[in-house]
């Protein structure tokens, strides 16, 4: 079975310009998370969705960054503009329902994001 | 202070050793523990769960602590192949999220 497919695996943009992450989720998962991951920080959820509708962006470092879950195989995460301070790691990670308790989260190769 | 905490290392050790590493937690709601393991460059992926009575998987063995407030993961005769970073991560009750620490890097020497 596929995993949790990212786009592009690496990125490397100039101050200013536009970057889009591209997400995958494993088909049948509810749930849907973004992450950022730095030396610094380590791994920081930014934003969440269950069944494609965001519950807690309260993790979104600013405006600039923005997260779309058009349909149940597919999420988006923008900034713009980028700034070299983005420069990370950026993972998506997928799980099933919740039933009683919690489940797994799988997560996808990251994005590495350099932004010059 | 950080809601879950871990010595970052690197811990060093020859193969064949046994090696612990803890982790704090801060929020007493916490409901669910577990063990990630992060290779470098990769994503994380599950190890294993830490169930309040410990728990073992061949050379991994997980242990919780709730009054303290602490989580253990004990490796015993490590591999290099266990040279990663372990991320110690919990869940709080009624959240679907999950918390992770920083990690604690782990390199096994031949």
């Known amino acids: 079975d596929a995993g949790v497919i990212q786009s592009p695996r690496h990125e490397v943009t100039e101050m200013g310009q536009e970057v889009t992450l591209r997400c995958k989720p494993i088909s049948g998962h509810d749930y849907l998370f973004w992450y950022r991951q730095t030396m610094m920080r380590g791994l920081e959820l930014l934003i969440y969705f269950n069944n494609n509708v965001p519950i807690d962006d309260s993790g979104m470092p600013e405006d600039r960054f923005s997260a779309k879950m058009p349909n149940a195989s597919f999420s988006t995460l923008k900034i713009q503009p980028s700034e070299p301070r983005d420069s990370a790691v950026y993972f998506c990670a997928s799980s099933p329902a919740r039933d009683r308790g919690y489940n797994e989260q799988f997560f996808g190769p990251g994005t590495r994001l350099t932004v010059l | 202070r950080k809601e879950v905490e871990q010595d970052p290392g690197p811990f060093n050790v020859p193969e064949g050793a046994t090696v612990a590493f803890n982790c704090t937690y801060s929020n007493s709601a916490s409901q669910s523990f577990f063990w990630y393991r992060q290779d470098c460059r990769k994503e994380p992926k599950l190890l294993m769960s830490v169930y309040s009575s410990g728990n073992e998987d061949g050379r991994f063995t997980a242990q919780l602590n709730r009054a303290s407030q602490y989580i253990s993961l004990l490796i015993r005769d490590s591999k290099l192949s266990d040279s990663a970073t372990y991320l110690c991560?919990?869940?709080?009750?009624?959240?679907?999220?999950?918390?992770f620490g920083k990690g604690t890097m782990l390199l096994v020497s031949p």
């Open positions: 991560v919990v869940n709080r009750k009624g959240y679907s999220t999950l918390t």
